[in-house]
């Protein structure tokens, strides 16, 4: 069964700050792995998607690595904004026999002016 | 135009009562889910249901259960609801094994 775990479970920085997010998962047999972004009382929006075959992904001041073999990712943000501010979501993609994404627990990120 | 639509966003009822959630998506998606968002924020699958084959979760209660009309929509109904109930469920869709795309969620309070 695949676990996900994300690290920090919170996380504060000044403003203009790179940052770095964490992802691990149990089971590396899997299709593809997707960000998500989660504003407070909203949905779920999709940031970047990497495929079981990619090593990265980037989308303007994110960049999304994935590294199957060690079951890691990471989510980069660079120049941090307030607008940053967020629940972030890593969800380890389907894997065979199964179409479902399992969560992590997800990262309260929070930008400070 | 809404890729993944669910209704209502809001739902107050009593305990004991049965309720559905609807689920649209216009991505000719194949596969549809529900998750549900618990009161810590986390997420888990309850169901997928891709070309009528239904996966559930084995820790879903048999009180929920998903309907399918067609390829389009996937609802939830809600049977005998219960005060553990209480909780955002989101419905998504994805083509096959590909990227997930959500809905706004519906946020169900059982009182």
């Known amino acids: 069964k695949q676990e996900v775990t994300q690290i920090p479970a919170a996380l504060s920085v000044p403003e203009g700050e790179n940052l770095v997010l964490n992802c691990s998962f149990t089971d590396s047999a899997i299709y593809n792995l997707q960000w998500f972004r989660q504003d407070p009382g909203k949905g779920l929006t999709s940031l970047l998607l990497?495929?079981?075959?990619?090593r990265e992904q980037t989308s303007g001041r994110l960049n999304a690595s994935l590294d199957k073999s060690s079951g890691r990712s990471t989510l980069y943000i660079a120049a941090s904004q307030p607008g940053d501010s967020a629940t972030y979501l890593c969800?380890?993609?389907?894997?065979?026999?199964?179409?479902?994404?399992?969560f992590g627990k997800g990262t309260k990120l929070s930008v400070i002016p | 135009d809404t890729a993944v639509s669910q209704t209502p966003k809001y739902l107050v009822t009593q305990m004991g009562n049965d309720k559905s959630i609807k689920c649209e998506q216009n991505?000719?998606?194949?596969?549809m889910y529900w998750y549900k968002q618990d009161s810590k924020k986390f997420l888990k699958i309850m169901f997928s249901y891709n070309n009528k084959e239904l996966i559930i979760n084995e820790t879903v209660p048999n009180r929920f259960s998903p309907k399918s009309p067609d390829k389009a929509h996937l609802n939830l109904h809600i049977n005998s609801l219960e005060l553990g109930d209480s909780a955002v469920y989101f419905c998504a869709s994805s083509q096959n094994r590909g990227p997930g795309t959500f809905g706004s969620g519906t946020r169900l309070t059982v009182v």
């Open positions: 990497i495929q079981s075959s990619q």
């Open positions: 991505l000719g998606h194949d596969t």
């Open positions: 969800a380890s993609g389907p894997g065979a026999g199964s179409y479902q994404l399992t």
